[in-house]
């Protein structure tokens, strides 16, 4: 099937001073040409930029004075012939200019093309292209330095050095099939397979075991504040997004249902999510945000737990601290402004290392201790996006998370010494699921359902 052109508007829509519109496709150049006044684009070399002027081939009409850049395949992003005509910016103007060029033979593209055409010829795999969606997406900069590490390459090198392992293998497997009468080929193999398993299990559990931190970049951490009614969880709410977003008064009960917002603590994209204080009530709409801040508790990937330091400790204090033992916690003693009538000795015994920080809300105290606290945590010390490869797309992790099941069952074959062609099975199957990250054995409908998420223009 003969390729079309495709163009789009590759700028943001609104104002701006310049706005590009994108052509890629064989008859890029050709249609361009129609339309450009100022020098013959045919004739110009490959990535050079031109002066000059669109005008409308049907009424003479002179459209806008632009820059053409044009760019020979194969070295583009597409590795076709691309176009780039630099007009005014505003939406009128590069609207105008994206409809002459549909006029005269080229087709609108689709969101994503650009970069699915990418992809199709070669000069990306499809991890490479969701790293450019990332980084359109990119809410911070540690966001946007783990997807340019992922733009580099770096996660398809090391996928397809893994890949290659397990192809060795399974090559190694046919060999024992194809000659069974020699006993010692059979044994050789099952201790390669081993060896081999294990090392691209081990590497597999690696990138799963830094892959939370890079989800956590691009989804944010869900973070959910939890604690007796009055305690002060929508103070700090409000403290942390800068904005009164929850009602706080001295009532017990005020927060009735979950209330969730986007912030951005030192980098780090937290979403945190305000509860009903938890406690025995009789009220009919409390009860469900009780039994809702309960219920979040099994999502939320740290919960910051908030008692009172001019109360004693309550029973209800000490069930919500039993329910998030298994969890990721940390606990907050609010009020420090207020006199203390808690037992941090009784509040330390019911707790294992877990930091407790206090602060005051209304004292402006504790906030700093708080935001460290969590940089803490998840970059423990200075871990850098550079020295590793992170996983920072769910898509991915999951079938990282495949390939290590079977990897594991590949193992158990192996300890249960079951036929060589059984655990090939397995072998192969991580194959595909590796390939499938970087695209190699993707779908076709994956694959539209990706690019289909991508921009416009992009
Ligand atoms: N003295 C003092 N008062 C505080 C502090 N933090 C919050 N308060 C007050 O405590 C009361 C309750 O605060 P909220 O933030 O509404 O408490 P909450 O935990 O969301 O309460 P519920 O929504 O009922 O569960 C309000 O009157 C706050 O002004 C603090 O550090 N010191
Ligand atoms: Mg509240």
Redesign the pocket.
Known sequence: MKTDTIAAISTAVGEGAIGIVRLSGPEAIEISNKLFEGKNLHEVSSHTIHYGHIVDPLTNEKLDEVMTSVLKEPKTFTKEDIVEINCHGGVVAVNRILNIVLKNGARLAEPGEFTKRAFLNGRIDLSQAEAVMDLIQAQTDKAMSVAMTQLDGRLSILIQSLRQLLLETIAQVEVTIDYPEYDDVEELSHQMMRDKTREVLREIENLLAVANQGKILREGIQTAIV?R???????LMNMLVQEEK?I????????RDMIEEHVNVRGIPLTLI?T??IRETEDQVEKIGVGRSRAVLQTADLILV?LNNNEELTEEDKEIIKAVQSLDYLVLI??V??ESKINLDEVKSLISDNKIIE?????DKGINDLEQTLVDKFFEGDLSPKDMTYVSNARHIDLLEQSKTALEDALNGLELAMPIDIIQIDITRTWEYLGEIIGDTASEGLIDQLFSQFCLGK
């Open positions: 604690g009614p009055n305690v002060g969880k929508s103070s929850a706080v008064t001295d009532i017990p009960g005020t927060t305000d009903a204080g908030m609010n009020k402004d207020l602060m005051s809300l209304t004292k």
